[in-house]
Structure formats: structure tokens, C-alpha cells
């Protein structure tokens, strides 16, 4: 399909210039007797008490970790705690105009946050749903110590609930929102519209994006705040998390009726400082954060900077821009100024700024110049100030000793289980939505449907091999899995770079672009950390999404997105969050250091991710297909040495219909009684042209495993054949150092030590840069190595003379030298 945007010369070189507007700078001018008009007497308590329970709810913390001691209870508390006192206003400015579907994602510094948006959602829900949020939360496992002695209304109860929750949870007490397993800086509690909050900094840069698109694919009302500090500006995956949010595709090219621009505030909580660098003077040079919407779009990101020091600007600020939001007009961004009067963390002696700049700050503290402000001008009396102040005080410290209450708040026991039982949730979800899928043709029409129903599915026809042109190969096999879930699963949509018109970089999804609108399969921008981001983001607010990296060594650009959020969420939520995420990932060949090695050893040592390597189209497809209806993140590594291959190993073919293959099976591929080669990924045909050699030259008959799955991964096939043969060499295309492979060998010398002839051999790639497509073959394993290997160190061939130095010795001597 040609694209639609024509690049006309005459226009591009035209001579004009780019224009910029001004950005405001603390334009807010809204005198009190106006806002009194706006503002109920009961909305300025409750802004006022908001303040008054985060305040009350930090300095019990700052206590307990500087002093060891509140108001006379003792408690050591092992974790972080990065506070925000000081910060307060900006956060309950930012909630207080939320509705419960708006929902906000922070950082390691977001219990003010947390608390704003649970109280503002709480005034704002029935006494019905606050009543089955909290039965139905963990069966009622936060519910049940706080309304034990309760007998106030439904709301107060809620906010008791809301705070008992929060401390539970960063104390590390079963009783906490994800039972202790997120803590501090993981807290969220999505009934109540915040999601995680993020210890990367930045972290939700990224994320956020992931959350405003899955409201926009799936109509859902609302918006998302991505509140994020000042030098997480300086962050790739905030930057990628603009760019990403700002595409033009969405209002230009995207169906009018999803809404538009998506609706993304990344509210900047300026507190001017990281840690204790400066990033406006000294670590960055923008001058203001709101400089950065300037370059990013036309509108300049609707950006401005807000006085977060007092609520009612910042209150003004989300009003008009949640309108802007709402208008799919968006993204938004928000300098919204404010001070973080504490430290860093208590630790922090605050060494990098002057105590009279601090004290400035505290003269002009925002909870005492609100204060002023409403006794000023009558809004209450000091009286009705001062009980309210005293009474959620009083509910905060009541809540504090009753999570620190080890016989009411335990933690989960010594001998638990539970991070293990929460790491993956192995659910199986058809469609997250019942709305039918949206598509642009019958896929039964669909150009390369047809194109595949006339290619031979078996490995042989008529009794010879099918030729490349005819055969239905990996590719085929990965196009109908998708088309498969996409017309079952209507949240399901898939993006990264080049993936619409190009139809993938490897035209894996050709055919799809005819098949699918817009906004269900698109083209991403060069961002790679935004694209894993989004997709973790997206999933996270219950969408199933497929990200593509072109190119496994590419995988470094969206690190912390696979390993750290990717793969960490289920567990930190305890199992409340799912991350129904396929993450494709093309490893390559031909190309050279930059895009040719096979990652996998990298995912598979990050805890939280399912990681496969099928290189046949029967297990494609099987492979596929599971991983598109559980609910894991599945790296689903693909090899560019096989896209064109046949099926070659099962017999009746690939099955036009649907099935599905157990993640963590290995498949025997040939059966054999004197040898087990074990192989990951498109080794696997390095092995059978081995094999095929062992047999004519040496009688050899050799048993191929192929694992296909490195986590999780069943061993007992892998011991059957090695119980059976006594010998086993393990093959894969990744650096032989810290591979997959050496980790299988490990466990499988363990688990065979009293049948095995001779320890596992493990060939990898040689552990070196990737060279050059006509050298590959001095890297990438060769099936003389195989045989090298096995004479060497396993098995003497007769009248065998190796060719490459497989033997120990060498094994010692590039080990000694790193190679
Ligand atoms: C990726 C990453 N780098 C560094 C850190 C360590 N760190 C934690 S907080 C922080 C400063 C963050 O400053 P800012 O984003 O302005 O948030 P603030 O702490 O001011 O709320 C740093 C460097 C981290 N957690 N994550
Ligand atoms: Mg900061």
C-alpha cells in the first residue's frame, strides 16, 4: 500500500522559517475571590486536609528512618523511602481535577501522588463501588484490619483502607496494595487510577504512553499522567516517550472516531534537583522544562510552567489541559514547579544546597501559605482548619501503627513461595474485549491469506522437496498465528518500526497492512525503549500488544524496558497486573558486529520473561499462537537465517487450523540411540547437517533436541534422550560465553551425571564481535566443529582428524585471553 503523505520538492524547499509561540511561565493569575466562585468550601478542605495526610504521612516516615521513632512508637523500617514533603501541593493540584479513570503513573518519589489521587478517587466514587473495590481487593485482605473497629461513614473508611494500604505496602506486610512485592517505589493501586510508579527514573516516560494509546485504541475514557522529575528529563526513554506520544499518525492518519492526539500530561514534578545535581544550571541546558515542548510538535505540547507551590494553579493547569486531552489535542507537558524540602532520601544531608535556601523555601512552605490563604479570606475558620488537619493526622498515625502491627500486618512467611507462584501468571485470555475486532477487508479476502492457501505445508511433494518459492515457511506461519488472534482479540494490536507498509522489517505481517486499520498495527518511531514502554504500558491497562525489535542487538536501546518493567510488573503487583506482551525479537545474520548476535542468554537470565527461539514453521506458528493468548511477556526470538524455510521435520505438515505448543517443551526433531545434540534456535540445521555426516562417515546416530524454549523449559525430554545416549553436545548461534547453552549443560550434568560418558560439550559462536557476512563462517558454529568437538572431547572418530581446535587445552587458552 503506497503512502498516503506525498513529498513534493517544491514544497520542501520552499524559503519560510519555523515559528515558535511564547510558553507561559506562571500565567496563572486568578485572584481568591474568583476561585471562590469556582471552589466549593468542602473542595478547599478537602485540598487542605489532602496536603495536611501527605505531609502527616511523610513525616512519619522521615522519623522512623532518622530517628527510628514517631510519637513515641519505635519502628525500624528497612526500605527506601523517598519523600516529598514539600511537594505536596503539586501533588493534590495534579489529582484533585482526575477523575477515577484518569490515571497517573509516578516515580520513586509518588507516595504524595498515590495519596492525592486515592483521595480525590475516593470523594469521587459511590459508597456502592468504594465498598466492592475494597471487599473484592485481595478478597478483603486490606479491608479486614481497618474495619474491625471502625463506625464512620463509607468514605472514611475508604481513606483508612487508602492509607493502611499504602503503609502496608512500603513496610513489606502482606496487607499492603501488592502484598509487600512492589514497596515504596513499585506502590500502586489501580482501582483508584494510579499504576506503578517506577524506581528507574523516568521509568514511566515510557510507560505512560503505552496506557494514553490503549485508551485511545480502545475508546476508553480518560487520561494518563506520566508525573515525572525534572532530571528524568534528561532520560532517552522520556525523550522516546514524547516522540512516541506525539506522532502525527494518530490526528493525521488514524480513524477521527478514536479521538485523536493521545491524551498524555508527562507532568515534570520540577523540584529542581536529582539527587543533588541541578539540571537547570548544571546537568542539562534547557533553562525550562517547558522549553522542551517547543521542539517537539507545532502545538508545542500545550507546555507550561505551573506554580506547584500552591494548588489552585496547578489545579487551573489540569483543568484546561485534561479540555486540550479530550480534544485529542495531545500530548501535554507541564513544568510544574515545586520543592522537595526533605532530603533525597533521610539519608541525604542535603551537603549540595545551602540550609538558607531551604529555609526559603520552607518560609514559603505551600501548606502554610494555603492555610493563610483560606483563613484570609474566610473560606474557614482556624478552627475548622486546624480539626481537620488534627483529625486525618490522627487517622495517619492510627493507620502507621496498625501496619507496623506484625499480628494484624504480617509478612508473608520465611518459607513462602509466593514470589515464585506470582512471577509468571500463566493465565490463558481469548479476548480482553468483547466488542467484535476491527478490520478493513474479510481477512478470508485478504491477498496473502489466498497467496498461502496455494503453498505446499508438508516437507515433501510428490515425493521430492518443495522448492522455497512454493513452500509455506516460518514467516507464513508467524502471519497466520497473528491474523488468528488479531480477528479474535479486538485490544490486540501490533507496532515497532517499519511495521505497517514495509509489513515488518521482514515482511513477516504483509498482507496485515490491507487487513487492519490504523490504529492496530502501525509504524513506530526509532525508539526503541519507547516501543517496549508503550507495550508494557498498553498491557498493563488490561490490551494485549505485539512489539517488534528489528534486530536482537538492538536490544540494548530498550534495556530497562525489557529487563526492569517488562519482565518485573506481574511480580511487583503481587499477580494483580497481567502483561500479556509478545515482544518480537529478529536476531540477525550477514550484517556484521551491530546486527548479528543472538541475545537470548540476556533475556534468559532476567527473571519475569518467557524466552523462545522456534526456527520451524509447525513450531512457529504453535509457538505463536500460545504466546498470543497467555498472559506472560514472551520474548519471541526469530532467526533471519530461517524466515524462508519449509517445514522439514513433521511429516503431516503444518496444520492449516489452529494449535497450540506448551511454551516450555522441547521437541525431539530426529530420534537417534548414540549421541543427543541439543540445539537453540537455527543451530538446529547446523546440527542436522552434523548428524547427517556423523551417520554416513561413522554410524553415528544422532538424537537432535531442539529446546525451542529457554524459559521455562521442561528438562525431562532433554534427560530421557541423554539417559539414553550417554553423550551430549549442546549448539546454539549465541557467544559460547554466559549462553543458554552453558546454563542447559550445567543442570543437565546434574541431572544425567551416573549416564553420561563424558561431560556436555557446549558450541557457540566463537565469543567475539559478529564479522562480516563473507567471514561468518569462522563465528557462527559449522557442523565440522560438531564433529571436531565430539572427536575432541566426547568420543574419538575413527581415522578422524579435526580441522579446528575443539580440545581443552584451547578451550583454557581463550578463556585466558577473553576471546
Ligand atoms: C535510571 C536511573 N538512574 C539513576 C537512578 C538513581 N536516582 C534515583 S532518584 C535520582 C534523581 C532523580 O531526580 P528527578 O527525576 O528530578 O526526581 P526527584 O528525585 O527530584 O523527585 C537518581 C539519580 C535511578 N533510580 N534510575
Ligand atoms: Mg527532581
Redesign the pocket.
Known sequence: MPKSIVIEPEKVFASESISFFDIPVNAYSKTVQEELAAFSTEDFLNIWRDMCAIRAFETVLNEIKTKGVYNGVSYNHAGPA?LSIGQEAAAVGMAFSLAPDDHIFG???SHGEILAKGFSAIRQLSDARLLEIMKTYRDGAILRPVERDHNGTVRDLAQRFFIYGAYSEIFARETGFNRGLGGSMHAFFAPFGFYPNN????GSGSIAPGAALFKRVNRKPGIVVAN?????FG?GPVWEGITFSAMDQYRKLWDKSLGGGLPLVFNC?N?F???GGQ?VGETMGMQFIARIGAGVNPEQMHAERVNGYDPLPVIDAFRRKKQVLLEGRGPVLLDTVTY?ISG?SPSDASSYRSKEEIERWQQADSIRAFRSKLAEHRVASESTLDAAKESVEAAVFEMFQLAIDPTVSPRVAADSELVGEVMFSNGRVESFDDRPPEFLQDPAENARVQQIRGKIRTPTFEGKPVPKMKAYNVRDALFEAMLHRFSIDPTMIAFGEENRDWGGAFAVYRGLTEALPYHRLFNSPISEAAIVGAAVGYALEGGRAVAELMYADFIGRAG?EIFNQLSKWQAMSAGQLTMPVVLRISVGSKYGAQHSQDWTALAHHIPGLKVVYPVTPFDAKGMMNAALVGTDPVIFLESQKVYDFGEMFVAEGVPEGYYEIDLCQPSVKRKGTDLTLVTLGPALYTAVAAADDLQARFGISAEIVDLRAAVPLNYEPLVESVRKTGKALLLSDAVERGSVMQTVAANLTQLCFDDLDAPPVVLGSRNWITPAAELEALFFPQPAWILDAIHERILPLRDYKAGTKQDLGEMVRRSTLGI
Do not use: F, Q
Open positions: 523517598h516515580s520513586h518519589r524506581a528507574i527514573v523516568g515525572i522529575g525534572d532530571a528524568s532520560c514534578m523540584n534537583y536529582g539527587m539540571p522537595r533525597h530497562d
